[in-house]
């Protein structure tokens, strides 16, 4: 699904990434952890298109096609989804039709309201979400654990092929954590392939996870299965290379 070839960036001249190389199948779900400052959250953003970061030298390859200098907007889509670390509020947007906005421009083909209004109370009821979340402006006055629902709602109604999820743990308590986590658990199937970005192992004791990667000074320096996770809970950061 998603290959990349020795990834370089850096940012008002500063070298964060140093050469990242991963292969990323379909079906998966993946772990990316590590301690702050080790280059995680520009990862994520280098793959969205985010256009702050600069690539220095390598490619990325999202199903044999060439990414890399894509603008965001043509990466979602081709499929791809990034939740943000910290959701941005829009006034007077309200999240449905911000949902529908985006669907729209996403998808070949456009959606009626009605069949729209049908497919976001089927993925609200998922995520426990009711109408009124619906019907409030994009993320105003939102909790931190409703920020995270919201972006979680996103995923789920705009259905990409590949959802890089930063740091969507963050800030949680465990029943919105263990909602977050019902959320991912509902979207992953076998063309879909899952980043997740976090600190923590708390959200993972709810997920089923095929591979753990370290990184730390811009680069991968350890994989290994959820085994992993368990070592870095115990152990720290510290000596891993």
């Given amino acids: 699904m998603l290959v990349i070839n020795n990834l370089k960036s850096s940012i008002e001249g500063k070298e964060i990434l140093k050469g990242i190389n991963l292969k990323l199948k379909e079906g998966k779900v993946y772990v990316i952890m590590g301690p702050n400052g080790s280059g995680k959250s520009t990862l994520a953003n280098i793959l969205m ?7 220095d030298s390598g490619e990325i390859i999202l199903k044999d096609q060439d990414i890399s200098n894509m603008k965001a907007d043509e990466r979602a889509k081709l499929g791809m989804f990034l939740s943000f670390q ?3 509020e829009i006034s007077g947007v309200t999240l449905s039709n911000f949902l529908r906005t985006a669907y729209n421009s996403l998808k070949e083909k456009r959606i009626g309201l009605l069949d729209f209004k049908k497919l976001l109370k089927e993925k609200a009821e998922q995520l426990g979400v009711n109408e009124d979340f619906l019907t409030r402006y994009l993320n105003e006055g939102f909790s931190g654990g409703e920020k995270k629902k919201s972006e979680i709602l996103q995923l789920l109604v705009l259905n990409p092929n590949i959802a890089i999820l930063d740091e969507t743990d963050s800030g949680l308590d465990i029943d919105a954590l263990k909602t977050i986590a019902s959320g991912i658990k509902n979207f992953a199937a076998p063309d879909k392939t899952i980043i997740i970005i976090t600190h923590y192992k708390r959200i993972l004791d709810y997920l089923d996870i095929d591979r753990v990667f370290i990184m730390k000074d811009g680069l991968i320096v350890k994989e290994g299965d959820k085994d992993l996770v368990n070592e870095i ?9």
């Fill in 49 to 55: 298109g985010n256009p702050i970061y600069k690539i």
């Fill in 86 to 88: 910290y959701p941005q």
């Fill in 233 to 241: 809970e115990e152990r720290g950061y510290e000596g891993l290379e």
